[in-house]
C-alpha cells in the first residue's frame, strides 16, 4: 500500500512529452524525419515516437522507471517490496510491447534516458536516425 504523498508523487511524473522525448524528436526533426506519430494507439505499447510506413518504434525511456540496463540505479529504500513488483511489471510489459512489434515486422529501437546526456546525444541519435533511414518507406 502507498502512502497520499508517494500517490501523488508518482501521478506528477510525466507520460508524454517528457524532456528526453522531445530531445529526441528534436534531433529527428534536424535530421529530417518527419511525419512520425507520437503514442500511435495502432502500434503495441503506443512507441513514443512511430514511424508506420517504415514499420519503425522508438521508446524513450526513463531509466529509474524501465530499469536502464546502464544505470546500476539502487532499489528505493523503503517499501521495496512495491518497487520490485512495479519495476517488474513495467519490464514485463515493456518485453511484451517489444516483442509483439517484432513479430509483427517492425523495427523497435529503444532509447535510453542517460544515453541523451550531453556527452552522449550526438551518438545515440546518430544510430537512431541510421536505423530509421535505413527502414527505408513501405
Known amino acids: 500500500m502507498t502512502t497520499e504523498a508517494t500517490r501523488h508523487v508518482m501521478q506528477a511524473n ?15 526533426r534536424a535530421a529530417g524525419l518527419t511525419g512520425y506519430r507520437l503514442h500511435w494507439k495502432k502500434a503495441a505499447g503506443r512507441p513514443d515516437v512511430c514511424f508506420p510506413g517504415r514499420h519503425v518504434a522508438i521508446f524513450v525511456n ?21 518497487w520490485q513488483d512495479k519495476f517488474a511489471h513495467n519490464q514485463a510489459r515493456d518485453a511484451r510491447d517489444q516483442g509483439t512489434l517484432v ?9 535510453w534516458e ?18 530509421v533511414t535505413s527502414a527505408g518507406e513501405t
Open 14 to 28: 510525466k507520460g508524454t512529452d517528457t524532456k528526453p522525448e522531445l530531445l529526441v524528436r528534436r534531433y529527428l
Open 62 to 82: 526513463g531509466c529509474f522507471w524501465h530499469r536502464c540496463p546502464h544505470c546500476d540505479l539502487p532499489l528505493p529504500k523503503s517499501n521495496v517490496e512495491f
Open 103 to 111: 513479430l509483427d515486422g517492425w523495427t523497435v529501437v529503444v532509447v
Open 114 to 131: 542517460c544515453m541523451l546526456k550531453p556527452a552522449r546525444v550526438d551518438a545515440t541519435m546518430r544510430r537512431v536516425v541510421d536505423v
